[in-house]
């Protein structure tokens, strides 16, 4: 079964961190871009980074530019996502995607072939 499967959220106060990681089983994302995206309620999902398949190039929406790092390990089959200086804005439900066609000007819209179940992310004291 091909499964991404996401991990990481949680609560955390303004100013802090937390790292999200993307698992992947049944498949080897050696060959995938990946992206990071989020839903908030109440508003469409946004794309907030991606990542080339050799890890090469990234992409960061502006709302996280600076305070959000993405990362790959191939041999681990995972991606993170770094995120630091949180805001409250930040909250929402945060999925990462693979694509195998994705060109990676256009990684924060896709397309993407398969999708995580999500994991909260809560920003508040």
């Known amino acids: 079964q091909l499964q991404l499967v996401e991990s990481g959220g949680g609560l955390v106060q303004p100013g802090g961190s937390l790292r999200l990681s993307c698992a992947a089983s049944?498949?080897?994302?050696?060959?995938?871009?990946i992206g990071w995206f989020r839903q908030a309620p109440g508003k469409e999902r946004e794309g907030v980074s991606c990542?080339?398949?050799?890890?090469?190039?990234?992409n960061y929406a502006d709302s996280v530019k600076g305070r959000f790092t993405i990362s790959r390990d191939n041999a681990k089959n995972t991606v993170d996502l770094q995120m630091n200086s949180l805001k409250p804005e930040d909250t929402a439900v945060y999925y990462c995607?693979?694509?195998?066609?994705?060109?990676?000007?256009?990684?924060?819209?896709?397309?993407?072939?398969?999708w995580g179940q999500g994991t909260q992310v809560t920003v508040s004291s």
């Open positions: 995607a693979a694509g195998i066609t994705t060109v990676q000007a256009m990684c924060l819209k896709g397309p993407y072939d398969y």
């Open positions: 049944g498949f080897t994302l050696d060959y995938y871009a």
């Open positions: 990542i080339s398949s050799s890890g090469g190039s990234t």
